[in-house]
Structure formats: C-alpha cells, structure tokens
C-alpha cells in the first residue's frame, strides 16, 4: 500500500521533470513511510546518518519541491515548525497535546460548513480546517503509570 502510494509519488514528481536524487528519493520514502506528519528537522535526524553532507535547509528546499509537485501537503502551527503529510487527499488530523502525533482521521468532509461561511459572511472561501486535540493511547497510558 505504501509502496504504491510511494510509486505514485514518484511518477508525478518525474513528470514535473524534477531531478531525483538520493537524498531526495530518501527524504520522500521517509515521509511516505512514517506516516507521522514530521518536521523538516524529524526528516533530517532520521537521514542524517545516511547523508552526512545534507543539512536542514536541503530537507526543507526538498519538501518545497516536492509540495509544488503536489505530493506532500505542508500543515503550519504558527510559530511553530510546520509538519508535512504525505497524504494529500482531504482528511482531519487528531493531535496528541502531550506528545504531538498527529494522526490521520477520514471523515466526510464537512462541505456544508464552507457553503455556510460563503452564505454569512460573503466570502469566497477555499478550505478549511479542522483539528481535534486529546491525548494518544500511548500518552493515557504513561499518565496511568
Ligand atoms: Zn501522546
Ligand atoms: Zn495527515
């Protein structure tokens, strides 16, 4: 399943005539496999071992790429860093206020929501947003011990 997915990647980034590189293919099977919606600095620390010539900035002007390319989805937190998500269809994340996983969550997209807004307010609107906070299994567990 995710080596499809991977593969999909893959092809839409040959067809945007982007070069592949090793770094490159390693920072795209990262996210493609992590399914943990990490940071460009998660992404750096994984690899760093493997590619002692990459620096963070390489990470981030390869997750630039690859979101114009319109196979990753950058999702920002205000001042903090932003987290990539190789899942770029339409879904809400659930996030971990201990530990700060982030995990995917499939629900209808709330559409209706978006016709309201336009209806009230005149507005044209593009998305939305939507993210639920609790606490993971993992960290309910911890707080038990
Ligand atoms: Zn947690
Ligand atoms: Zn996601």
């Keep these: 399943m995710s080596d499809h997915r991977l593969q999909d990647a893959l092809d839409a980034l040959k067809s945007t005539r982007v070069r592949m590189t090793p770094q490159r293919h390693a920072i795209l099977e990262f996210l493609y496999e992590s399914m943990t919606h990490p940071t460009a600095d998660d992404i750096y620390k994984a690899l760093e071992g493997r590619f002692p010539n990459m620096s963070v900035a390489t990470v981030y002007n390869n997750l630039r790429v690859f979101k ?48 309201l807004a336009e209806h009230v307010t005149g507005f044209k609107v593009h998305n939305h947003r939507m993210e639920i906070y609790g606490t993971c299994p993992k960290c309910q567990n911890e707080a038990k011990h």
């Design 68 to 115: 114009e390319a319109g196979i990753v989805k950058e999702l920002t937190y205000g001042d903090a860093s932003s987290r990539f998500d190789s899942v770029t269809s339409d879904h809400y994340h659930v996030i971990c206020g201990d530990c700060g996983k982030i995990v995917d969550f499939h629900y209808p997209g709330l559409d209706e929501v978006e016709t």
